[in-house]
């Protein structure tokens, strides 16, 4: 059926079209010219009559016009050209005439386009929903992936959803927990392997350790001082001469003997006491973040099964040191792995996903696991190391580190800066597109990237599983409240009562 026909002067990349009959934005359409069937999408619609111009400004003049043209509308449209279907979708160097006829795509094309090696069904067409839109696996874990939504639009429910179809592939998943939603989650395709969140510092690079204890570059004396203690610590723990797990007593021990060492010069006292009192506030900071009785977090993960590190009792700060810490060791012992240069290695891909990226990544902020999610975004690839950012405020997210998301899964945003800033981190993003976030229905969502082979306006899966999240019912905690304050308040009386108290 024809739909419409091309108008005005017409480029290798998009069509104008003028139709009578009313499409829909996201709707795949055919061009047939020269031998070839070019895939469109429909990126914008609007809807005139040419009697009714923005020249007319008497309302008693419209509605006379109306009622005597009736309903003369005309629809005109964006057509974005993908490719064409008997060519791999190259596009053609040639342009379609203008007045060629643009049909709706038919089914059975569709369906060829979203069949995929090794596909992960997200869910349906939105105006299409018989057909299934799948990505592909190796292209999500190997160019990185972002979840972008405002709040209530349907991201955990996709992330869910994500994860399960990747349990399908035995991929060892890595979710960055910062709410505890999916610590209880059930999937179809794997388990859960909660992981605490502490570190055993064995583990830990000086650097990392230096920063946490706010020590500076410039502070040489004081550095030395801590590297010293540090080592010594590392070497008591090695040694099994410790049954403490808290590290850093471990190290202010050693910094306290050398202070009350009556050889020392008071200067040298000083320096140490600057170093004793750092140590003292790293462990007020990070009370619970050390334990030498663990071992190395990279080793608690497991392939098939969504490792879910929980971070919903952590402070940022905390969230922080960990991602710096996971992903820094990520890339070196993966590296490790693929060249032969060490034994410590992590001897298969993962998949990272980090909740919060706005907090773990900020665009207008520096922090350690800013720079490891950076180098892991640019260099993981190499190494089977993925990221899938997840946010609900996009425009506070790291520029650097979004532009290396090579796919996107854009659900309802409405700020225009949140779409200025996804838009100038996506090559496949197109401005017309970018107008449709605001319109999106709960769960639906743009994707773009390599993961698909055209850009794709789909209705995501509910998520059959169980997980926590959403929005609290406050009206009905509120209501259970003030019923047990009653409860409470009566079996006060009663008990009151039965001691002999009479009100």
């Not at 001082?225 to 090695?238: L, N």
């Not at 779409?419 to 999106?440: F, I, N």
């Amino acid at each position: 059926m024809i739909i419409g026909r091309c108008i005005g002067e017409i480029s290798l990349l998009e069509v104008d079209f003028i139709s009578n009959s009313m499409p829909q934005v996201g709707e795949y359409v055919s061009i047939r010219y020269d031998g070839k069937n070019v895939l469109g999408m429909i990126e914008n619609l609007v809807r005139g009559n040419v009697a009714l111009n923005s020249e007319i400004y008497d309302v008693d003049d419209i509605e006379t016009i109306t009622q005597v043209s009736g309903n003369d509308l005309y629809v005109k449209g964006k057509v974005r050209l993908l490719g064409d279907v008997e060519d791999n979708l190259k596009l053609p160097r040639i342009p379609a005439p203008p007045g060629t006829p643009i049909t709706k795509a038919d089914d059975e094309i569709l369906k060829k386009v979203f069949n995929l090696k090794n596909p992960l069904k997200l869910g349906t067409l939105v105006n299409q929903s018989d057909v299934e839109v799948n990505v592909d696996v190796n292209s999500i874990m190997n160019r990185h992936l972002a979840i972008l939504a405002m709040t209530g639009a349907g991201k955990s429910n996709t992330v869910s959803v994500l994860i399960d179809g990747l349990l399908k592939y035995n991929a060892p998943v890595f979710v960055f927990d910062m709410h505890g939603e999916y610590v209880d989650a059930t999937f179809t395709n794997g388990e859960v392997n909660v992981i605490e969140p502490v570190i055993n510092p064995i583990y830990m690079s000086f650097s990392e350790i230096k920063n946490l204890a706010n020590i500076k570059g410039s502070a040489h004396i004081q550095e030395r001082y801590f590297r010293k203690a540090f080592k010594e610590a590392r070497e008591v723990i090695s040694s099994g001469g410790s049954s403490s797990r808290d590290f850093l007593e471990i190290i202010f021990v050693i910094l306290e003997g050398w202070y009350n060492d009556e050889t020392r010069s008071s200067n040298e006292k000083n320096k140490i006491m600057d170093v004793m009192n750092k140590v003292e506030d790293l462990r007020e900071k990070y009370d619970n973040l050390f334990n030498i009785n663990k071992g190395n977090i990279l080793g608690t993960i497991q392939i098939g099964k969504a490792n879910v590190l929980d971070l919903s009792q952590a402070d940022e700060s905390i969230a922080e040191v960990l991602v710096s810490h996971i992903m820094r060791n990520s890339l070196q012992y993966r590296k490790n792995a693929v060249h032969k240069t060490s034994n410590k290695t992590l001897d298969f891909p993962v998949f990272y996903i980090l909740e919060e990226a706005h907090i773990l990544a900020p665009n207008k902020r520096d922090s350690n696991s800013k720079f490891w999610i950076q180098r892991v975004a640019r260099e993981g690839r190499k190494f089977g190391l993925g990221l899938c950012l997840v946010s609900q405020s996009p425009k506070t997210v790291d520029h650097d580190a979004l532009s290396q998301m090579n796919n996107m899964i854009i659900l309802r945003l409405v700020e225009p800066e949140d779409q200025r800033h996804v838009q100038s981190a996506s090559e496949s993003l197109s401005g017309d597109l970018v107008k449709q976030l605001p319109s999106l229905n709960v769960g639906e969502a743009i994707l773009t990237g390599l993961m698909t082979n055209v850009p794709t306006l789909v209705k995501i899966d509910e998520f059959k599983g169980r997980r926590h999240g959403g929005d609290l019912d406050v009206v009905s905690i509120l209501a259970n409240f003030k019923e047990d304050e009653a409860e409470e308040i009566k079996k006060q009386e009663e008990d009151s009562f039965n001691l002999g108290y009479d009100y």
